[in-house]
């Protein structure tokens, strides 16, 4: 079974400021997806980014870019630019595709706090 | 573009009852996967349909149950309700073909008392 963990329940960043948070998983598997999602007040769970296993380029989207290194099984998140509607749960995710489910095995998150 | 929503909002129910939780998935998608997320803890799977049938399923009992509409709209069911079923339960919905990306409703509320 794959397993994901974040080792920081909780960070802080000044706004504009960059902030990392990191994320290590466990798996045998060659091929899979890495996410990011975030998960603000509201509840809502939202995509903010995706990696997958055989690309060997870190993915980006806009102020939100990923350290991913498959030896070491590790996925980072850096946020650039720090925003205070950046402030939220933040959750690393797993998934090995395959005949007959999607499954997503999330970590217990990292509350990231952004002070003005 | 209509995302993925989900009904009730909040529910409150006691222990022992049965309790149906709803889900329409985004516009296009024909999988929906559903979430069980505890306070302060990330979302476990509960289980997958696709083609009105459970693909897979996660570590939960019997009491959780599912069903898959023509529409590809879903049900969560859960019976004898606990008071450790007390959580947010998320529906995310996926294409098939693009399983890799799941994308989520709002979630439930559910409270046992």
């Known amino acids: 079974a794959q397993t994901v963990t974040q080792s920081q329940p909780e960070m802080s960043v000044q706004e504009a400021e960059t902030v990392t948070l990191s994320c290590t998983y466990d798996?045998?598997?060659?091929?899979?997806?890495l996410f990011w999602y975030k998960q603000p007040p509201s509840r809502q769970m939202i995509l903010v980014i995706r990696?997958?296993?055989?690309?060997?380029q870190n993915a980006t989207e806009n102020r939100f870019s990923v350290n991913f290194q498959k030896a070491a099984k590790s996925f980072s998140l850096k946020i650039s630019d720090s925003q205070l509607g950046d402030t939220a749960m933040y959750f690393c995710?797993?998934?090995?595709?395959?005949?007959?489910?999607?499954?997503?095995?999330f970590g217990k998150g990292t509350k990231l706090s952004v002070i003005p | 573009d209509a995302g993925v929503t989900q009904s009730p909002t909040h529910l409150i129910k006691t222990r022992g009852q049965q309790v149906t939780l709803r889900c329409s998935p985004k516009?296009?998608?024909?999988?929906v996967s559903w979430y069980q997320q505890a306070l302060g803890q990330g979302p476990q799977f509960i289980f997958q349909?696709?083609?009105?049938?459970?693909?897979q399923r996660g570590n939960f009992p019997d009491r959780f149950s599912g069903h898959q509409f023509p529409n590809y709209s879903s049900e969560l069911n859960v019976n004898a309700l606990l008071l450790g079923d007390s959580a947010l339960y998320l529906c995310?919905?996926?294409?098939?073909?693009?399983?890799?990306?799941?994308?989520f409703g709002p979630g439930t509320r559910l409270t046992v008392l």
């Open positions: 995310a919905s996926s294409l098939v073909a693009r399983g890799d990306t799941q994308y």
């Open positions: 798996t045998s598997e060659s091929n899979y997806y």
């Open positions: 990696q997958e296993a055989y690309k060997q």
């Open positions: 995710a797993f998934m090995k595709p395959g005949a007959g489910s999607y499954q997503l095995t």
């Open positions: 516009s296009g998608h024909d999988t």
């Open positions: 349909y696709y083609e009105e049938e459970e693909r």
